[in-house]
């Protein structure tokens, strides 16, 4: 089971450095006690897709438009940083989130296939702006929990949540 | 030569007061609540500021005095995750790390079953998911049990407890004997999510059919059609008759009707006649005058 993984995080590895954020990405061998069998193409897609969120999160947090939420969130997850985007219009503040670092591992697989749940060991950087101006700017590392769930060609996030390391 | 002396430790006083207002003690907060709790921050210093609490969850704002504990009502910040508190000071800016986790008490499941219809008698047949929440729609990563049940029209009851990781927790049912509405339920600390499965007579069993002379024709009928555990197999099956004689073959489909299935075909002596519902075969007869 271990080698399926090695070439998941080699080929995320370089899926990630295709992106502007050039996070680099550690995918942890699954941990999925009694679950269904994950296929190595399937994790990878999700893992892929939830790595692509970081964009649409980031972009959609620093112009402060849930719009571009939508091709990567739905439900619980979608509604919360929508209404996150909501406040910081209205206090005038944007944040400006950048991912350094992600520790990935695969939890939960639920048996019908429709969920999968990860976890994220994340480093961050996070920027402050108010009214375009940079108020402070912070490194961060947290760890999130994440569910997400297939749509029609990709999978979305719909559980995206923080939670003490 | 004095004058200049209380000038220079005037400004001294001056630039220790705004370095005070800077250093002089850190705001202090919990590092840790829970979603929807009251909380307070206690600022250091004297003057005015603004309080930001920002994460990807919510972002909140207040005006605050410096050296005044500034309180946040129940309610105020329910979201779980991790949250920066920036205390912006006209010279300074502090900040701090808070963690809101979920509340202990679950509020709703997500619960999925599936198939909502199989036949009976199938092992591991159902399966059962649930992520566990709480008032917030936060999902509850602590470890709690949850009590999967399934139970059929007869009372039978299937009882799995599972204890829940990263919220989440999953389950295996037989479908039982018996045809029928089943009730799937699963139970978070009083919290309950029902479900309901279909379950439909298996395949055939021991497909038996009978064959009489009717004029120069043979009626062939078969008896009572039931699955392995003696539910009765649903009008419309198809019923397949065959009929093989001297090297032809002749094939009747025929549903199910009030149980049985029955058809009259010409009869051919030394025809072998056989009866079958899709893969499973019955009974062969073979037709002599």
């Given at each position: 089971?271990?080698?399926?993984?090695?070439?998941?995080?080699?080929?995320?590895?370089?899926?990630?450095?295709?992106?502007?954020?050039?996070?680099?990405?550690?995918?942890?061998?699954?941990?999925?006690?009694?679950?269904?069998?994950?296929?190595?193409?399937?994790?990878?897609?999700?893992?892929?897709?939830?790595?692509?969120?970081?964009?649409?999160?980031?972009?959609?947090l620093?112009?402060n438009?849930?719009?571009?939420?939508?091709?990567?969130?739905?439900?619980?997850?979608?509604?919360?940083?929508?209404a996150t985007i909501q406040q910081q219009t209205e206090l005038g503040i944007s944040t400006?989130?950048?991912?350094?670092?992600?520790?990935?591992?695969?939890?939960?697989?639920?048996?019908?296939?429709?969920?999968?749940?990860?976890?994220?060991?994340?480093?961050?950087?996070v920027q402050l702006l108010d009214h375009?101006r940079?108020k402070t700017?912070?490194?961060?590392?947290?760890?999130?929990?994440?569910?997400?769930?297939?749509?029609?060609?990709?999978?979305?996030?719909?559980?995206?949540?923080?939670?003490?390391? | 030569?004095?004058?200049?002396?209380?000038?220079?430790?005037?400004?001294?006083?001056?630039?220790?007061?705004?370095?005070?207002?800077?250093?002089?003690?850190?705001m202090?907060l919990?590092?840790?609540?829970?979603?929807?709790?009251?909380f307070s921050i206690?600022t250091?210093?004297?003057?005015n500021a603004a309080l930001f609490i920002i994460g990807?969850g919510q972002a909140l704002k207040r005006d605050v005095q410096l050296?005044q504990?500034v309180f946040f009502a129940?309610?105020s910040l329910?979201n779980?995750?991790?949250y920066l508190a920036i205390l912006e000071g006209?010279?300074?800016t502090e900040t701090e790390?808070l963690?809101?986790?979920?509340?202990?008490?679950?509020?709703?499941?997500?619960?999925?079953?599936?198939?909502?219809?199989?036949?009976?008698?199938?092992?591991?047949?159902?399966?059962?998911?649930?992520?566990?929440?709480?008032?917030?729609?936060?999902?509850?990563?602590?470890?709690?049990?949850?009590?999967?049940?399934?139970?059929?029209?007869?009372?039978?009851?299937?009882?799995?407890?599972?204890?829940?990781?990263?919220?989440?927790?999953?389950?295996?049912?037989?479908?039982?004997?018996?045809?029928?509405?089943?009730?799937?339920?699963?139970?978070?600390?009083?919290?309950?999510?029902?479900?309901?499965?279909?379950?439909?007579?298996?395949?055939?069993?021991?497909?038996?059919?009978?064959?009489?002379?009717?004029?120069?024709?043979?009626?062939?009928?078969?008896?009572?059609?039931?699955?392995?555990?003696?539910?009765?197999?649903?009008?419309?099956?198809?019923?397949?008759?065959?009929?093989?004689?001297?090297?032809?073959?002749?094939?009747?489909?025929?549903?199910?009707?009030?149980?049985?299935?029955?058809?009259?075909?010409?009869?051919?002596?030394?025809?072998?006649?056989?009866?079958?519902?899709?893969?499973?075969?019955?009974?062969?007869?073979?037709?002599?005058?």
């Amino acid at each position: 089971m271990l080698r399926p993984f090695l070439i998941l995080c080699a080929a995320l590895t370089g899926a990630s450095a295709s992106m502007p954020a050039q996070a680099t990405v550690r995918v942890e061998g699954d941990n999925l006690q009694g679950s269904r069998p994950l296929q190595e193409q399937t994790g990878r897609a999700a893992m892929h897709d939830y790595l692509q969120s970081w964009q649409a999160l980031t972009a959609a947090l620093e112009q402060n438009r849930a719009d571009l939420l939508d091709p990567d969130f739905v439900g619980s997850a979608r509604d919360t940083l929508a209404a996150t985007i909501q406040q910081q219009t209205e206090l005038g503040i944007s944040t400006h989130y950048h991912d350094r670092a992600h520790d990935l591992q695969l939890v939960f697989y639920s048996p019908e296939g429709l969920s999968i749940e990860l976890t994220d060991n994340v480093e961050y950087d996070v920027q402050l702006l108010d009214h375009g101006r940079v108020k402070t700017a912070q490194h961060v590392s947290a760890r999130y929990v994440i569910v997400l769930t297939p749509a029609e060609v990709r999978w979305r996030v719909r559980v995206f949540q923080g939670t003490k390391r | 030569m004095k004058v200049r002396c209380v000038l220079v430790l005037g400004g001294l006083f001056i630039a220790m007061s705004h370095i005070a207002l800077a250093t002089g003690g850190r705001m202090s907060l919990p590092k840790t609540i829970e979603a929807g709790s009251s909380f307070s921050i206690q600022t250091p210093g004297r003057g005015n500021a603004a309080l930001f609490i920002i994460g990807t969850g919510q972002a909140l704002k207040r005006d605050v005095q410096l050296g005044q504990t500034v309180f946040f009502a129940a309610g105020s910040l329910y979201n779980a995750g991790h949250y920066l508190a920036i205390l912006e000071g006209d010279s300074f800016t502090e900040t701090e790390s808070l963690d809101v986790v979920p509340a202990s008490k679950p509020s709703n499941l997500s619960f999925l079953a599936k198939p909502s219809r199989l036949p009976v008698g199938l092992h591991a047949g159902i399966t059962g998911a649930v992520y566990v929440f709480d008032a917030y729609r936060n999902l509850i990563s602590e470890a709690m049990p949850v009590s999967f049940e399934l139970s059929d029209p007869m009372g039978t009851v299937q009882k799995r407890i599972v204890v829940t990781r990263y919220g989440a927790a999953r389950t295996e049912m037989d479908s039982t004997a018996q045809q029928g509405v089943d009730s799937f339920v699963a139970r978070v600390a009083g919290i309950k999510s029902t479900r309901v499965v279909g379950q439909v007579p298996g395949d055939p069993c021991g497909l038996k059919m009978n064959a009489e002379p009717s004029g120069q024709r043979i009626h062939l009928v078969t008896d009572a059609v039931r699955d392995c555990n003696g539910n009765a197999v649903p009008d419309g099956t198809i019923i397949t008759f065959t009929e093989t004689f001297s090297g032809y073959q002749s094939t009747i489909d025929e549903p199910l009707k009030h149980g049985i299935a029955q058809v009259t075909i010409s009869a051919h002596n030394g025809a072998v006649l056989s009866v079958a519902s899709g893969v499973v075969m019955g009974n062969q007869i073979r037709w002599e005058k």
